[in-house]
């Protein structure tokens, strides 16, 4: 079966520096790997998604996520840390059809508190 | 668009009530799920539908029934409560493209917050 590890449950990072929020995997085939985002007393919100393609993927708000085969990872990156990113942060990964939908399976989620 | 929204957002129950948790959303999505999600467990999915007339049981089912007669509504209905099922519940929903459901791009509710005593 699929799973997402997010080896810390908590980040702290200064406001300025760039932040990392890790991942790493285990799918059977090709992997197609999300993050959403969690702000408080909010339901969760699509982030980006990796399906096919360049390592490097875009998503809103800034954030970027690297996709890394070798290390079955897909680390959450973000240059520039604002206090206003303090959030739960969500990976997730696609599984194969199951039932009749391919369900997401989530992580445990990692706290980033950003200090001003 | 209101999205999806989800009532109450908190309850307090007694073990053994029963109660429902209502889900709607406005954006015409085939595929409508629950999940609770707990302290370092991330999202559970509990039941999901794919369509009006079609519901299926996700990772944690037990305790829980769901229905689907219309798009918009999937409520989500605990039969006899328990501690166990103290959570916070979330709603969700997206499009659906080709035979599977596309559930890469969900649409979460704000949630409810359930206490079983």
């Known amino acids: 079966a699929q799973s997402v590890a997010q080896p810390e449950d908590q980040v702290n990072v200064a406001e300025g520096n760039p932040l990392t929020v890790k991942c790493t995997y285990s799918v059977s085939g090709n992997p197609y790997l999300f993050w959403y985002v969690q702000y408080p007393n909010r339901g969760l919100q699509f982030l980006l998604k990796y399906i096919t393609g360049d390592n490097l993927v875009k998503g809103s708000y800034g954030f970027e996520a690297e996709f890394n085969k070798s290390q079955t990872s897909f680390h959450l990156k973000k240059p520039s840390a604002l206090v206003s990113d303090s959030a739960l942060y969500f990976c997730a990964v696609r599984g194969p059809p199951s039932g009749s939908a391919r369900q997401l399976t989530f992580g445990s989620g990692t706290q980033l508190t950003v200090l001003p | 668009n209101a999205g999806v929204t989800q009532t109450p957002k908190f309850q307090v129950l007694k073990t053994g009530q029963s109660m429902t948790l209502q889900c709607a959303q406005d954006?015409?999505?085939?595929?409508m799920s629950w999940y609770r999600q707990d302290p370092g467990m991330g999202l559970r999915l509990i039941h999901y539908?794919?369509?009006?007339?079609?519901?299926d049981q996700g990772e944690v089912p037990n305790g829980y029934n769901v229905s689907r007669s219309t798009t918009e509504d999937f409520p989500l209905r605990l039969l006899s409560a328990a501690p166990s099922q103290t959570s916070v519940y979330f709603c969700a929903s997206s499009y659906s493209i080709g035979t599977f459901p596309s559930t890469d791009t969900q649409y979460f509710g704000p949630g409810t917050r359930l206490t079983v005593l």
């Open positions: 539908s794919v369509g009006a007339g079609i519901t």
């Open positions: 954006m015409n999505h085939e595929y």
